[in-house]
Nanobody
Framework: QVQLVESGGGLVQPGGSLRLSCAAP????????AVWYRQAPGKQREVVAK???????NYADSVKGRFTISRDNAGDTVYLQMNSLKPEDTAVYYC????????WGQGTQVTVSS
């Protein structure tokens, strides 16, 4: 089974930035779309950002204007640029295809703390 591999997380101070990556060679995010989720301790997994195969993007209200979802030209890697990070952005971040989801990866931990 093809597994999604998220990376780029870490510890960052409030106001800082991180760029997350999600790799799934040959899995054509450009066709199926992609979604970034996050799950904070004790909370349900929530959608952070997504794009459709036609390129329409959508963001959770809590991250609008701060986060940007994008993909590479090959459509194999999806990114989440996160700016102006806040402590409430602390969570494990996961990605998946919007349509025909794949097996979940391990996620990448993002911790925003001073």
């Amino acid at each position: 089974q093809v597994q999604l591999v998220e990376s780029g997380g870490g510890l960052v101070q409030p106001g800082g930035s991180l760029r997350l990556s999600c790799a799934a060679p040959g899995r054509r995010f450009s066709v199926y779309g992609a979604v970034w989720y996050r799950q904070a301790p004790g909370k349900q997994r929530e959608v952070v950002a997504k794009f459709t195969g036609s390129g329409i993007t959508n963001y959770a209200d809590s991250v609008k204007g701060r986060f940007t979802i994008s993909r590479d030209n090959a459509g194999d890697t999806v990114y989440l640029q996160m700016n102006s990070l806040k402590p409430e952005d602390t969570a494990v971040y996961y990605c998946n295809r919007l349509l025909s989801p794949l097996t979940w990866g391990q996620g990448t931990q993002v911790t925003v703390s001073s």
